[in-house]
């Protein structure tokens, strides 16, 4: 009885060695029982080696066990299986519990106990300390030797979670992380492996149970051989820093536990030779195993053929180029899938990508990677449901659960009932009130049906409610939870799904939907194993079942032999593979960069440890365990080896490459690098495109673009042409693709007649608005689908923009109006008694807008009290600005254009149609200056804009000058005078925020606050009128965008015109108009959305997903704003008048 060693650095034949010896135990040993003993990752893959070095009779003496496995078999034989085993989700809820109830008798602890994630932070904690043979005396009696306040109050508070959780659990359960322990026990007592021969192969450390497993083993078995991935060259010095510094303290923990038990140390094996089996096909890749953490190295002078570096741009053309090289070895070299891996050290970075790019190639793969179920459609059914009670029927918990998947509703059904839902607000009580019965409306024939699915989808979480309402058990909880799922069917659902799914040969999702229905219920069993009797509320409960859920994964196998296997270079040993693919090849990734110390910090494992509490790796340590990894994946492969990188990320964030990378240019320095702008293979080899059919179709996609861009097409393609054009899988996506590279998103130009009919009103006039016009200068497209077709938006019960814009116009005008009725004087207009005005107006517009959705809800409540701040403090710098200058607020709110108070403009159009325009100006000034009457228009705007000339050029701001133009025109009619213009001014309704690096007195803020709110535009160029508007204004004017120079003249900066300048806009904004509506009758509807350097107008179109503008599609292109000098400008206006009126 003893342990031997069996040395061999990596692909030296350790595994193959411990088949061997099985093999001939077998053939001459025919009692004792062979063990190989592997982690648990590795035993399918092992039993798979042992079946094909040794054949069927190994299954009758040898087995492949994991020490999880080999305690089943030991609790089977010698009793222990009645044992309840807590899983890691049952442990997850019951800490979430102990922390809810104790979390408060924390010291160190306290505040963050409540915190998302926290519980999966306790629960590793206290499977290290099991793992470790810690138990919550150790801790109890070691933390009153510790000095550290901090390190003192975690232990403490580790140690309480222990001992309670310790306590709770031995009511009849054992945690899964206790096996092991019982197992080393229960193999006392049993002789179930007396003179067994067991080989230890794939192990990088031990845990202490596992230690004690073994040391227990060794006293009974015939021999213990254990595999060391070593050179062999024992030394006991602790913190040796080579690369197998991780297995050399391996090596030292199990001499020390053998000389402490008097365990026999039998002569090892040493498999190290000059030439390593592994790499007997590849000097390059035994060059790279023996001196790539050798320091000095050793350069390979000879030419790398086995060895291969790619740098991609991205992650996604760097999967795409892997599975590119896997046809190429499957193709030309002879491999098969089964010989080829793809491993990574961060999994969930490629999982996605690869699977979509290798089904894409056709390549059978296998991702070794357990699948977690939060968002299986059950868990999130069952959580959703749960959500629509702790969140009073919350918008998104609702539809959460309706988009399940579960809830027997088609999906146009569901887009129905989602449109009402959002239109009318419905949440909260309104779920679980009398749906028909509450409205003295007459109810549609689709509001009736969508009552029917309110009360289909209703019914049964009601029927939830009533069973779990107030504080109940976890037992009924979990009662509950299961009878409402038979109510729904959702397992009869799921049984539908899994038909379809083999019907279709999805595996993947066979695999998963088959196991989630157990875990579900397992889970359920556990929660009342554990919890059954505790009262817990419904907030409670959700958080202890999604922590639970939190910790359930679905393990799967593979479903076929030759398939490429996936997975992280963590799991990547005991297979046999010829061709490795490393990728994700980046620095801090490979090797990872991990600093998280975890919730004892390396400082605290120290002290610890010199107190005799020996736990898991410090971040110190982790380097070395990274680095051996990287050693291991470099040398898994026995053919070939290609190592990828991407330059840049998902987000397009740059990275770098993994220090591995010049380290391998350096002892390989005939090594090629290649990349997308620079690949030998796509520079000699014309057909390298050419993989699998979908990939290869969509390079014949753009091969057949540059015939239609009249290039050259080279003659292989045309060739793949005419393959898939008689391909019975492609040939009608060959017809759909060849028309397609004639498609044209334009739409053909609409007669006129039917233009004016699309455009016309009621009484059948062509009656615009500004706006309207100024949209259809964004984008004639954009235009037609709004205006034209009618399009909108989903209908959302929501306050949104232009609700926001209304309500504060609104209030400023019934504000205007009361100051007139009641000859209220502006300098009667105190900060305060703005204040109580606005709060007075806008109290009196909710009370009488009783279904407003301002009186909905708390928080638009909340909204209402910030929209009273902002219009207050608006009308206060409003009322500032009138009490400094001489002008009056003639009207606002102001129609023009209904026929009644005034006329609209006429445009009459060279087609000769009439266009009729129509608007509403926020608000009129007026003054009498010098036997005149000047105007002044003001718009009121709620975001940010200011006066652009250059836009005004291209027709994309003309409302201010449209709006004067109109009140001049019609003077006499509204004014009873004819008028000039003084002015056409914005308004921002705001209530800025003033920062400062000093304090700031009263006067000063308000200062700041005109500053802020001064108003922008164009003003007429005199000095009288502008000191009218401006009575204090002696250089620079505080509320009007105007500055006198020292000799009274205004300054070059003034937005300031002449009475002829004025005159000029107001003919050329017409015809613009003219020249727009007879664009917009002429059928003609162009996708040409305005650019500018400050604006794009599509980055704000709600149209874009049906116009589909793409500036690589034939005729898409911008209408592009060019910046104009301000008198390239003027010259180019008057040019255009001239122009017209010579016509």
């Given amino acids: 009885m003893g342990i031997r060693f069996i040395f061999g650095r990596a692909g030296s034949g350790k595994s193959y060695y411990c088949l061997n010896q099985i093999k001939k135990k077998l053939e001459n040993d025919k009692n004792n029982k062979l063990i190989l003993l592997v982690p648990d990752q590795y035993t399918f893959q092992t039993e798979k080696k042992l079946l094909e070095h040794i054949g069927e009779r190994a299954l009758l003496r040898a087995e492949v066990l994991s020490f999880k496995r080999m305690a089943t078999r030991v609790f089977d034989r010698c009793g222990g299986r009645a044992i309840n085993v807590i899983e890691d989700s049952g442990k997850n809820m019951l800490i979430y519990k102990l922390l809810k ?109 596992q230690l004690e497993v073994l040391k227990v083993l060794a006293k009974q078995c015939k021999n213990i051989n254990i595999t060391l991935c070593s050179d062999g060259q024992i030394q006991f010095t602790e913190g040796e820093t080579d690369i197998f510094d991780v297995i050399k303290n391996t090596e030292n923990r199990l001499l020390k536990m053998m000389q402490e038990n008097n365990i026999a140390y039998k002569e090892p094996v040493n498999l190290n030779k000059e030439n390593i089996y592994r790499f007997k096909e590849s000097k390059e890749l035994g060059h790279i195993e023996k001196y790539f953490f050798n320091f000095p190295f050793k350069i390979y002078k000879g030419e790398c053929k086995d060895i291969s570096l790619y740098k991609a741009n991205n992650n996604y053309s760097e999967i795409e180029w892997v599975a590119q090289d896997i046809l190429r070895l499957v193709r030309d070299k002879g491999y098969r899938y089964k010989d080829i891996a793809v491993v990574c050290r961060e999994i969930d970075s490629y999982d996605k990508i690869t699977s979509v790019i290798f089904n894409e190639y056709n390549i059978p793969y296998f991702l070794d990677k357990k699948r977690e179920i939060l968002s299986n459609p059950l868990v999130v059914l069952i959580i959703s449901s749960l959500e629509i009670l702790s969140t009073n029927w919350s918008y998104e918990s609702v539809f959460k659960y309706v988009k399940s998947g579960l809830i027997t509703l088609e999906s146009t059904y569901i887009d129905k009932l989602e449109n009402y839902i959002l239109a009318n607000g419905i949440k909260g009580y309104k779920w679980t009130r009398d749906l028909i019965g509450n409205t003295d409306e007459e109810l549609t024939q689709e509001e009736i049906e969508i009552f029917e699915y309110m009360e289909e989808i209703r019914r049964p979480i009601i029927n939830l409610y009533n069973k779990i309402k107030g504080d109940v058990t976890v037992r009924k909880y979990c009662t509950a939870l299961y009878e409402f799922l038979l109510e729904i069917n959702a397992f009869e659902t799921m049984d539908k799904w899994l038909e379809n799914f083999n019907e279709h040969g999805m595996q993947d999702k066979i695999k998963e939907y088959t196991q989630v229905p157990s875990i579900v219920m397992d889970m359920l069993d556990q929660a009342v194993e554990v919890l059954g009797d505790e009262k817990v509320d419904l907030k409670t409960f959700s958080k202890i079942l999604i922590s639970g859920f939190e910790e359930k994964e679905i393990g799967v196998i593979p479903m076929a032999l030759d398939q490429v296997n996936i997975g992280d270079i963590a799991r990547i040993k005991g297979r046999d593979v010829k061709a490795l693919y490393i990728v994700g090849a980046n620095d801090g990734v490979l090797p990872s960069a991990n600093k998280d110390e975890g919730i004892l910090s390396d400082e605290d494992r120290l002290e610890l440890k010199q107190l005799g509490i020996e736990l898991a790796s410090d971040t110190r340590s982790r380097v070395f365990e990274e680095q051996f990894m990287v050693y291991t994946a470099l040398t898994i492969p026995s053919n070939y080896l290609m190592i990828t990188y991407p330059m840049a990320d998902f987000e397009g964030k740059s990275l770098r490459p993994s220090i591995i990378i010049p380290r391998l240019k350096k002892i390989l320095p005939r090594l090629q690098e290649e990349s997308e702008i620079f690949n030998k293979n796509l520079l000699n080899d014309k057909y390298h495109n050419i993989t699998a059919p979908t990939p290869t179709f969509n390079e014949l996609i753009e091969a057949l673009r540059k015939e239609y861009e009249k290039e050259e097409i080279e003659p292989h393609w045309v060739e793949t042409f005419k393959w898939f054009e008689e391909s019975d899988e492609f040939k009608d996506r060959t017809k759909i693709i060849f028309n397609g590279l004639n498609y044209t998103n334009l739409i053909e130009r609409i007669p006129r007649e039917k233009m004016k009919q699309l455009y016309s009103n009621d009484n059948g006039r062509l009656m615009f608005s500004v706006s309207r016009i100024e949209k259809y200068a964004q984008c004639p497209f954009s235009y037609y689908v709004q205006y034209g077709l009618k399009a909108k938006d989903r209908k959302v019960y929501e306050f949104s923009a232009p609700d926001l814009g209304s309500f504060m116009h609104d209030i400023l005008d019934k504000f205007t109006n009361k100051i007139k009725k009641e000859n209220i004087a502006w300098s009667d207009l105190t900060k305060e008694r703005c204040s109580e005005i606005v709060n007075e107006l806008v109290n009196t517009k909710l009370k009488n807008e009783t279904n407003s959705i301002l009186n909905s809800n708390k928080k638009y409540q909340y909204f209402s009290e910030r929209f009273k701040k902002t219009i207050s403090k608006s009308v206060t710098v409003i009322s500032e600005q009138m009490r400094k200058g001489e002008f009056d607020i003639f009207k606002s709110e102001f129609d023009f254009g209904d026929f009644k108070d005034s006329d609209p403009i006429k445009l009459e159009l060279p087609s000769k149609e009439t266009v009729y325009l129509k608007g509403r100006v926020d608000r009129i000034d007026k003054v009498e200056l010098n036997g005149e009457t000047y105007i002044r228009i003001v718009d009121y705007k709620s975001g940010s804009k200011s006066f652009d000339l250059n836009e005004l050029y291209y027709g994309l701001q003309i409302q201010l000058l449209v709006y004067l133009d109109a009140i001049l025109k019609n003077s006499e009619q509204i004014l009873k005078t004819q008028c000039m213009p003084g002015g056409i001014l914005y308004f921002k309704i705001d209530n800025p925020i003033i920062k400062s690096k000093k304090a700031l007195s009263e006067e000063e803020i308000q200062v700041e606050v005109l500053k802020k709110l001064k108003m922008d535009g164009l003003l007429l160029k005199n000095v009288e009128l502008v000191k009218a508007m401006d009575n204090d204004m002696e250089t620079c004017s505080l509320i009007i965008p105007a500055a006198f120079k020292k000799d009274g003249d205004f300054t070059s900066t003034s937005s300031v015109v002449t009475e002829s300048q004025f005159e000029l806009l107001r003919n050329y904004v017409n015809d613009k108009m003219i020249e727009i509506c007879e664009e917009m009758l002429s059928g003609e509807v162009k996708i040409e959305p305005c650019k500018s350097s400050k604006v794009t107008y599509c980055d704000y179109c709600d149209y874009s997903a049906i116009c589909q503008f793409d500036t690589s599609i034939r005729d898409n292109k911008y209408k592009i704003i060019l910046k104009k000098k301000k008198d390239d400008l003027w010259n180019a206006m008057e040019n255009k008048v001239k122009e017209e009126e010579s016509k």
């Fill in 101 to 209: 109830d104790k979390g408060e008798e924390l010291q160190y602890f306290n505040r963050i106990s409540k915190q998302q994630g926290f519980v999966g932070i306790v629960s590793k904690s206290i499977t290290e300390f099991k793992k470790y043979n810690i138990s919550e005396e150790i801790l109890i009696e070691k933390e009153s030797q510790i000095d550290n306040k901090d390190l003192k109050e975690k232990v403490n508070d580790l140690a309480s979670i222990y001992k309670i959780f310790n306590e709770n659990l031995h009511k009849g359960y054992i945690d899964s992380e206790d096996i092991l322990s019982i197992l080393a026990k229960k193999l006392k007592e049993c002789e179930l492996y007396n003179d067994a021969e067991i080989w230890v192969d794939e192990f990088t450390t031990f845990t202490p149970q």
